[in-house]
């Protein structure tokens, strides 16, 4: 597949960051201890489908002191419409009971100290640094995968891969091209039908129509 040029690249991040410079994310939080259980649950399931069972979560618990001391049972009833809701449930409890016994219950907002959380990988922790403090991160979703390898930008087969190629090729304003990149794969260049010929403003840099899901 023919790569994107130094010209197009410089291109394709000027397009994105105009267009989508103010762009956040489509999971309703209110605070760093919401995001972070949101952004974990969006794992394998959509946006919509979290913002459908999480008001009734964060009701029942609001912080994490209340969320450590849960009941398995209950938290998995809460979020059973959500895809893996058996080992979400677990991971979001012992989530929970590390921000309680070694953060104060406070998510703490570093990268790496994240990732020391039960069910928060790399991809996570970044989406949670880029929404909540706009930290100069990639974070490769099925959405940013697909719109890297369809313009050319990455021809990596896994998501940690893309990441570091983007973060290379793109080097600032990380956070905007996220949000960009995922808003963009979700409702113009979809895995299926992509919307090319009415809504795509980024067609002259296309270099296929071509799927791509990471390994």
Do not use: W
């Amino acid at each position: 597949m023919k790569k994107a040029t130094k010209k197009e690249i410089s291109s394709i991040k000027e397009a994105f960051i105009e267009r989508y410079d103010e762009a956040v994310t489509e999971l309703t939080y209110t605070n760093a201890f919401e995001l972070v259980i949101a952004v974990a649950l969006s794992a394998q399931c959509t946006d919509k489908r979290v913002n459908l069972l999480t008001p009734e979560l964060f009701e029942k618990y609001p912080d994490a002191i209340t969320l450590a001391n849960a009941e398995l049972d209950d938290v998995k009833a809460i979020i059973n419409s959500c895809s893996f809701f058996n080992n979400k449930a677990k991971n979001l409890i012992k989530m929970a009971q590390r921000l309680v016994e070694v953060y104060e219950g406070k998510v703490p907002l570093d990268e790496k100290e994240l990732q020391t959380l039960a069910g928060v990988g790399q991809k996570t922790a970044n989406v949670v640094m880029i929404e909540y403090t706009g930290a100069n991160l990639m974070a490769v979703d099925t959405h940013v995968f697909r719109v890297a390898h369809r313009l050319g930008l990455s021809d990596d087969e896994t998501a940690l891969k893309t990441e570091e190629t983007l973060v290379k090729k793109f080097k600032t304003d990380l956070h905007a091209l996220h949000q960009g990149m995922v808003l963009f794969g979700r409702y113009i260049c979809t895995a299926k039908n992509p919307k090319c010929d009415s809504d795509c403003f980024l067609q002259e840099f296309c270099k296929t129509r071509k799927s791509f899901k990471a390994r």
